[in-house]
């Protein structure tokens, strides 16, 4: 079980440049989640998947953020254009549906990312 | 909605003390998950014990246990023996109960330290 992997690692930008984060989630766990870390606003939901598809993204901050998941097997989560105010850790989690007790959430390493 | 509060932003506890943590939730749900994570400094989101609001059993992880308080709605970490690399954020995290997938709720952590 290699865990979430998260690519990249730290992700530093210029205002204005379209950041791209990746998530290949567990094999076998069909849902998916991205969350935001900041030390004011701490872990915020941005949008998750069941089963590929979109269930909830109230959480995207703006138009300017955007999550695809074409696959079971990939993710990835779009700043187009980025700001300063993007700059936060980006995690990316997933966890085998139906069994909600017994299916913890597993986290990736997350993607630290500076907008200067 | 769902809301966690963790109303201790920092504390800190000698090697081979005990420490608790605090945390309630608001939620008109009669049912529900409630977790408890753990970050060390390497940023990774550990799962640390789970708990089903239907079992009034506290629920146990060899030095960490809960006490677990459904209606104040309370939820707080007990960790016994505390080790130096107890050190890291923890966060309580709720999720409702339902068929499908659902998504966890932060507080905004508690910073804990052990001191040597």
């Known amino acids: 079980d290699a865990g979430v992997i998260q690519s990249p690692r730290h992700e530093v930008t210029e205002m204005g440049q379209e950041v791209t984060l990746r998530c290949k989630p567990i094999?076998?766990?069909?849902?998916l989640f991205w969350y935001r870390q900041t030390m004011m606003r701490g872990l915020e939901l941005l949008i998750y998947f069941n089963n590929n598809v979109p269930i909830d993204d109230s959480g995207m901050p703006e138009d300017r953020f955007s999550a695809k998941m074409p696959n079971a097997s990939f993710s990835t989560l779009k700043i187009q254009p980025s700001e300063p105010r993007d700059s936060a850790v980006y995690f990316c989690a997933s966890r085998r549906g139906g069994g909600s007790y017994n299916s913890p959430l597993h986290f990736g390493n997350g993607t630290r990312l500076t907008v200067t | 909605a769902q809301t966690v509060t963790q109303s201790q932003p920092e504390m800190s506890v000698q090697e081979a003390e005990t420490v608790t943590l605090s945390c309630t939730y608001d939620t008109s749900e009669s049912n529900y998950y409630l977790f408890w994570y753990k970050q060390p400094p390497s940023r990774q989101m550990i799962l640390v014990i789970r708990q089903e609001a239907y079992k009034q059993q506290n629920a146990t992880e060899n030095r960490f246990s809960v006490n677990f308080q459904k209606a104040a709605k309370s939820f707080s970490l007990k960790i016994s023996d505390s080790q130096l690399g107890d050190t890291a954020m923890y966060f309580c995290a709720f999720m409702k109960h339902k068929g499908g997938s659902e998504k966890l709720v932060f507080g905004k952590g508690t910073k804990l330290t052990v001191n040597p």
């Open positions: 094999s076998g766990h069909n849902s």
